[in-house]
């Protein structure tokens, strides 16, 4: 693994060689997040992950806009000359996907949509004002704690994640009003009725036990993309991470045929 910044100040990480694919976390931003998927996939392509503006190792001083996130991805394909590339997006991820298709195209290959929705519904909203106040009044230890329990299935959980009590006290590494605005972003975003304009070959994918976005919300983008496929995963809503041979086999299947 090679890591690089661009003259933006995203930092990024690149694995492998072949088509260029670049992978976009979720809510929580980081590179880190595609680890263990990268690690799969490097023997076939060039996988490139990268923390979203305001996040991680990236610029810090930045506007939390799932545009502004699309364009830094741009800009790591720059600092790496690469004019086309296959997209990966999990959750908030998939949004960024959804606005490179967009407004984007020609930089565009195959286009994964992971744990994503179309638009914020009732209790999607709900759920990120719980997990907003959380944040204000409980703090970031309890914001994790309550994203860690709603994000993994049952058995991964007990066994990677819960060896001790939780913790509240003290703050996790990351900016509490960043994340406030990252959830602000969320509940901003709707594209709906753009995404019949997509021709690119698209598989969509969602977990039947994933409580933070239902499956119904894959199955609504999946509906809206005239080329898009839909399968299913399990494991909650951070798949990739809970089961990642299952998911790299699935991507490499759907990439090459």
């Not at 009003?177 to 975003?189: P, S």
Request: glycine share 10%; hydrophobic share 40%.
């Amino acid at each position: 693994m090679t890591e690089g910044r661009t003259n933006s100040g995203i930092h990024y990480e690149a694995a492998g060689s072949g088509e260029a694919l670049v992978c976009i976390s979720g809510l929580g931003g980081l590179a880190s997040f595609w680890r263990p998927v990268a690690a799969l996939l490097a023997d076939r392509y060039q996988v490139i992950c990268f923390d979203h503006p305001g996040v991680g190792r990236s610029v810090s001083d930045a506007d939390q806009r799932i545009p502004a996130i699309a364009q830094a991805a741009l800009d790591v394909l720059d600092a790496e000359s690469v004019i086309h590339a296959h997209f990966i997006g999990h959750s908030t991820g998939s949004l960024v996907v959804q606005t490179l298709a967009l407004d984007h195209p020609g930089r565009c290959g195959k286009l994964v949509l992971s744990g994503g929705w179309v638009k914020p519904d009732r209790r999607f909203r709900d759920l990120f004002d719980l997990r907003r106040r959380m944040l204000e009044k409980l703090g970031t230890r309890a914001y994790s704690a309550f994203s860690r329990l709603g994000g993994y299935d049952a058995q991964w959980y007990e066994k990677n994640v819960a060896s001790s009590p939780l913790q509240f006290d003290g703050d996790d590494e990351f900016d509490k009003q960043t994340v406030i605005n990252r959830i602000e972003m969320l509940l901003g975003y709707d594209r709906a009725d753009e995404l019949a304009v997509i021709d690119k070959e698209t598989l969509v994918m969602g977990a039947r036990d994933d409580f933070i976005v239902p499956f119904h919300h894959s199955e609504d983008l999946a509906q809206r993309i005239r080329n898009a496929t839909l399968v299913e995963a399990q494991g909650g809503h951070f798949f990739p991470q809970v089961d990642p041979q299952a998911f790299a086999l699935r991507i490499g299947t759907f990439l090459d045929r």
